[in-house]
Nanobody, 113 residues
Framework: QVQLVESGGGLVQAGGSMRLSCAAS??????MAWYRQPPGKQREFVAR???????SVANSLRGRFTVARDNAGNTVHLQINNLKPEDTANYYC?????????WGQGTQVTVSL
């Protein structure tokens, strides 16, 4: 089982940007994705990237969210621009589809007005 560690979250004002990172232990040649869980809501899909770099972003988030991975495939990034209060959530990375037994701690993003 690949160990996944998310980082880069924090408190940001609306309109700002943030870059989240997900470091995977060892070689990770799988499709990866970002998910998020807003307070009091279900976890939801955000964006994914294949091992060849093909990306897909949830319809409602397109234009503000970008996913990328480094050449070795061990680190996946999520760039979020023009942050909105409704983006406040704990952000997780996982494989795509997710290994439900392998959720990490996530990284909290809080967007203030």
């Amino acid at each position: 089982q690949v160990q996944l560690v998310e980082s880069g979250g924090g408190l940001v004002q609306a309109g700002g940007s943030m870059r989240l990172s997900c470091a995977a232990s060892g070689s990770n040649r799988r499709a990866m994705a970002w998910y998020r869980q807003p307070p009091g809501k279900q976890r939801e899909f955000v964006a994914r990237i294949s091992i060849t770099g093909v990306t897909s972003v949830a319809n409602s988030l397109r234009g503000r969210f970008t996913v990328a991975r480094d050449n070795a495939g061990n680190t996946v990034h999520l760039q979020i621009n023009n942050l909105k209060p409704e983006d406040t959530a704990n952000y997780y990375c996982n494989t795509y589809p997710p290994d439900t037994s392998n959720w990490g701690q996530g990284t909290q993003v809080t967007v203030s007005l």
